[in-house]
T-cell receptor, first 117, second 113 residues
């Protein structure tokens, strides 16, 4: 049981290049999220998904796209990378319970450190 | 504005000592408050989750308190160990949606021998 796995762990991009970050979870969770973490700031939600085939915008979605074709995978794409997207990206997942999502634990991946030069 | 403020930003203590980290929030409507531990280069790991009706919860040497009236929480670490060196993040959840986690910037704790 690996939990939440992110690929890759590190990446350096040139401005204008594109890339996809992969998140995989083996806990059969319904909900998946992508966050970015910048120095001195709390994690900010980029996009999220409440189930296979669904996605929604979070707090800072501009410049990113996502897809959830399979329940266990959540992909984050950067179409044209910009230096402002230099950050550490975290994927997380959580499950639905009979009492709703709000009190369930979110499990995070180990992060992807992305530098755009 | 929904905000979570943590203090101090950083803290250094000696191994074996206790410490208390603070979290103030202005998130509304409130659903629950979480404390996470984030080791350097790793993702956050949940320590506690407290709902409105809970005012204290423990997880080993970690004890979290919640005062929903004053919108304050604290995380107390007892008999600190070198492995406690990490960032501790306070997260407040708003009612009404799965996308409504408000993260604090964290307190970076360093435990020295």
């Amino acid at each position: 049981n690996a939990g939440v796995t992110q690929t890759p762990k590190f990446r350096v991009l040139k401005t204008g290049q594109s890339m996809t970050l992969l998140c995989a979870q083996d806990m059969n969770h319904e909900y998946m999220y992508w966050y970015r973490q910048d120095p001195g700031m709390g994690l900010r939600l980029i996009h999220y998904s409440v189930g296979e085939g669904t996605t929604a915008k979070g707090e800072v979605p501009d410049g990113y796209n996502v897809s959830r074709l399979k329940k266990q995978n959540f992909l984050l794409g950067l179409e044209s990378a910009a230096p402002s997207q230099t950050s550490v990206y975290f994927c997380a997942s959580s499950r639905w319970t009979g009492n709703g999502f709000m009190n369930t634990e979110a499990f995070f991946g180990q992060g992807t450190r992305l530098t755009v030069v | 504005k929904n905000q979570v403020e943590q203090s101090p930003q950083s803290l250094i203590i000696l191994e074996g000592k206790n410490c208390t980290l603070q979290c103030n929030y202005t998130v509304s409507p409130f659903s629950n408050l979480r404390w996470y531990k984030q080791d350097t280069g790793r993702g956050p790991v949940s320590l506690t989750i407290m709902t409105f009706s809970e005012n204290t919860k423990s997880n080993g040497r970690y004890t979290a308190t919640l005062d929903a009236d004053t919108k304050q929480s604290s995380l107390h670490i007892t008999a600190s160990q070198l492995s406690d060196s990490a960032s501790y993040i306070c997260v407040v959840s708003r009612s009404g949606g799965y996308n409504k986690l408000i993260f604090g910037a964290g307190t970076r704790l360093a435990v020295h021998p």
